[in-house]
């Protein structure tokens, strides 16, 4: 019976030592410092407020406690220019318990410092900020007490811009230059002003603080490199980097694929001392990453446990996308080709300019990006460009791309300006980019890292370089290249297998080959004043930018005059019109393809369909050009504040005509018209991988109904191209082309076009009938065309989303579509174009 017993006891000590190496005992531990802090105007030490939760701003603080007004309201933002002038500082007491001050590293971890900061803990100076987008890890464990204080100063930019500019040896060049030297703070170029944006230069702590605690080893970062990818394997690397040199009697680094061991190694001390470890590992007929038009955006689960001397000590989490990915830049017959391929797949890339979301960053949540990225996929867009003038995204927003297949081209945060190029501000940028590099690279739906906003172009065309000596203009080029040319792609190459291009556009509109090679940014239309058919006319390879303005919502506009009024003539409203010509250049447009209203209520509408109108003949003139062109990008998706933008939805998240139009024209299979003397060419651009064979239908009605010819033919629209399929004779017999519309069937798509502007369409009389009830959680709604309703726009006091709008109807025909707003609502009223046409007959039915 003892044996027995000696046995048993033998037996459970072994399971024990074996429960031990996989169960958790004390894992690293994060301690949140993002409640209870409080804010002080330094110069007379009045607090302002307190019970503050992290992220936020002083802006927002100050608005939150009625000591400023809404500054996204009238002519606000002049009221509050003294808030960025003033030195501020935010304060939290915490507690950290005996147990915890006795483990043997203990981090304070500080993100998001905006910008010039002085951080001081327990009376001690432990770090002073200069650059809004880098992060300190701070070991304090010698500093801490069971009560700590911990204190964040922030200073006026101003006074360090100044003293940099006079220290640089020549005035350096940029846009919204006005008393302004923005390029020497690192921070969100945007918050300066732009030409749809105010100046806030916003002050404060837009990420979370947290201390780090742990004993023994932690993992600091993961570095998973793909090294093969086919159809039937996948061969990567896990580089594990520790937080710190200690040496060890046994570590084991165990990886879990989907929860599946795919791969473990043990290393042995104690003489040795590592900080960094590889782990490789194969997948089995793996699934790739696709953006979502083209396939699944499959996400796998990558986990590393780290076991040190037989305890857990750390665990690593993350979501891992296999995919290839190449820019293909290559030299051809046209000039200089620019495309992307995702596994080996040419990618015809659709989507937007993204700019933040808020100009007061913190005020950004998390469903807020939510919202805004479902919006760009529900319009079937497959890219977002992260622009340069901007911020890098807190990591929510490249999890969300992951998992809704949106790739995003990254810029580096420079814009419009040239750039300082001493050894500190070098260091600065070094030490930015490897930080976000590392931060990002784990990403799929990353595909590029971009390095400026227009610089290149600028100083070669904008004449910046007039009036400078040689010296000088040597002397700038050569700091620019140092960051560009130097720093940035070194970093790029170093951290991560992604590519890099030097500046959007490689050629601007002042350079004959932006049409023939790389990218470009095409402002012909807008601030040349060119036409919408220069579109139709000079595509570029991959259009990068591109874009039109128009009046934001009714709701927005209320918002902006801070009553019921829709006045865009008042000098609140005015001000938030940041573009010097903007009303002139929308007006000038306007007269020449739509009819111009009287009343506020119907100019704005005309402005959101005459933006649609331009960009979309864009978008099919580049799409139609595949493979020669290979994307669009047009500017800009979203807007950082209420204001008259080229954005497609408004600040509000309130759907242009734009958007409405662009989900239509960026579907992935595409009809498009192309007027061509006596005849019409019908086009089909399919990004599907599968080619479509069926009929298709070309019929010429009038706006009675009444058809004037009809065609009919079998047609193929092949894979990932585009192909012109007929061409059909324009005979209206006795008919005039002012009366008629082009209606293309096909599969389950259909395509409506007309033969001349919309202000020469002899539209009838509008008559339509609109019926609605509550189903589910929305209101469904059925519009029925008594005659031909010309882009139907239906809309409501109040808020909420229509699942279509800015649509075409034709006689004898009806609409389903549903409303997600609150259940009990006034109704629906209606606009359309018809009632402009003939504005004696038709006066716009909205008044001011």
């Known amino acids: 019976m003892r044996n027995i017993n000696r046995i048993n006891i033998f037996l459970l000590a072994l399971a024990a030592m074996s429960i031990s190496c996989t169960q958790r005992k004390e894992l690293p531990r994060q301690i949140s410092l993002n409640d209870q802090w409080s804010l002080f105007q330094v110069k007379d030490g009045h607090m302002v407020r307190d019970s503050i939760s992290l992220p936020t701003s002083v802006q927002s603080d100050l608005w939150e406690s009625d000591h400023i007004p809404d500054p996204f309201v009238g002519n606000n933002e002049e009221k509050i220019g003294w808030v960025s002038q003033e030195n501020w500082r935010y304060e939290k ?70 003293a940099e500019d006079l220290s640089h040896p020549y005035t350096l060049p940029l846009v919204n230059s006005d008393n302004n030297h923005r390029v020497f703070t690192r921070k969100g170029q945007f918050e300066y002003g732009w030409d749809w944006g105010p100046v806030l230069n916003t002050m404060g702590i837009s990420q979370p603080i947290y201390l780090q605690i742990y004993d023994g080893l932690k993992i600091e970062e993961v570095d998973l490199r793909q090294e093969l990818l086919t159809d039937s394997l996948a061969s990567l690397t896990s580089h594990v980097k520790l937080a710190d040199l200690s040496a060890f009697e046994e570590l084991e680094l165990q990886l879990y694929v989907n929860d599946s061991l795919l791969a473990s190694s043990t290393y042995l001390g104690p003489n040795q001392a590592a900080q960094q470890f590889s782990l490789p590992f194969t997948i089995k007929k793996p699934k790739r990453w696709w953006p979502h038009n083209l396939g699944d955006p499959y996400l796998y689960d990558i986990k590393i446990k780290m076991i040190q001397d037989g305890v857990l000590s750390d665990e690593y989490r993350v979501k891992k996308g296999l995919r290839t990915v190449e820019l293909v830049n290559e030299k051809d017959s046209i000039g200089e080709s620019f495309y992307f391929k995702i596994n080996d797949v040419p990618v015809y890339a659709k989507g937007a300019n993204y700019i933040p979301q808020n100009s007061m960053l913190d005020r950004v949540k998390d469903q807020d990006y939510l919202r805004l990225i479902q919006d760009a996929k529900k319009a079937n867009m497959n890219m977002l460009r992260a622009w340069g003038g901007g911020v890098y995204q807190k990591d929510l927003f490249y999890e969300i791309c992951d998992r809704e297949g949106i790739m995003v081209w990254q810029d580096f945060m420079f814009a419009c300006a040239m750039y300082p190029g001493d050894k500190r501000f070098r260091e600065s940028v070094k030490q930015e980019a490897t930080q976000q590099v590392k931060r990002l690279r784990k990403h799929p739906s990353l595909v590029l890292f971009n390095g400026n906003n227009e610089i290149n172009e600028a100083w070669h065309n904008w004449g910046w370089q007039a009036g400078r000596s040689d010296e000088e203009k040597e002397y700038i080029w050569n700091e620019y290249q140092s960051i560009f040319v130097g720093v940035l792609p070194a970093v790029v190459s170093a951290h991560s297998d992604l590519p890099y291009w030097e500046s959007s556009p490689k050629f601007g509109r002042g350079d004959k080959r932006y049409e023939t090679h790389a990218n470009a940014h095409d402002w012909w239309v807008w601030h040349s004043g060119y036409p919408f058919e220069h579109y139709e006319n000079h595509v570029p390879r991959f259009s990068s930018e591109f874009g039109f303005q128009s009046h934001p919502s009714f709701q927005t506009i209320r918002y902006i005059n801070a009553s019921d ?30 009819p111009v209203p009287d009343q506020d209520a119907g100019f704005v509408y ?62 992935n299979l595409l009809i498009s018209t192309e007027l061509q003397e006596d005849s019409l060419n019908i086009w089909l651009v399919n990004d599907d991988l599968l080619s ?20 009919r033919e079998n047609v193929k629209a092949p894979a990932n191209n585009s192909a012109m399929v007929m061409q059909i004779p324009l005979d209206l017999k006795s008919a ?40 589910g959680d929305r209101h469904k709604i059925t519009l029925f065309a008594h005659s031909f309703l010309k882009d139907v726009f239906l809309y409501s006091e109040e808020s909420g989303h229509f699942s279509d709008n800015f649509f075409d109807l034709p006689k004898g025909t009806s ?21 402009f046409i003939l504005p004696e007959e038709n006066p716009a039915r909205l008044s001011n």
């Not at 519309?741 to 033969?755: E, P, T």
């Open 736 to 775: 005039s082309e002012k009366e008629v519309y082009i209606q293309v069937s096909f599969k389950d798509r259909q395509y409506w076009d007309y033969l001349v502007r919309p202000k020469e369409l002899k539209l009838p009389q509008p008559d339509y009938s609109i019926a609605y009830n509550w189903e």
């Open 692 to 711: 479509f064979n069926s009929p298709m239908r070309v019929d010429i009605f009038d706006f009675n109904g009444k058809s004037i010819s009809s065609f």
């Open 565 to 594: 009024s829709l006045d865009i003539h008042s000098a609140d409203y005015a001000s938030h019109q940041k573009h010097p010509r903007g009303n002139a250049l929308i007006a000038d447009y306007m007269q020449r393809d739509f």
């Open 93 to 162: 007491e915490f507690a950290v318990s005996k147990e915890e001050l006795h483990r043997d590293h203990i981090y304070l971890q500080l993100d998001g410092l905006n910008t010039y900061a002085r951080v001081m803990l327990n009376d001690s100076l432990i770090h002073q900020n200069d650059n809004a987008f880098t992060s300190e890890r701070i070991f304090v464990k010698n500093l801490l007490k069971e009560n700590n204080k911990l204190t964040v100063e922030l200073l006026p930019t101003t006074p360090f811009e100044k």
């Open 606 to 667: 005309m402005s959101q369909l005459l933006q649609a109108y331009g960009i979309s003949k864009a978008i099919h003139a580049q799409r139609r050009a595949r493979p020669r062109s290979m994307g669009t990008l047009y500017w800009q998706l979203n807007d950082c504040w209420p204001v008259v933008s080229w954005s497609s939805i408004d600040f509000l998240g309130h759907w242009k005509a734009l958007h409405y139009t662009a989900k239509r024209d960026f579907n």
């Open 815 to 835: 609409k389903t579509l549903y409303f997600d707003g609150p259940e009990f609502i006034k109704g629906f009223e209606v606009m359309t174009l018809n009632e």
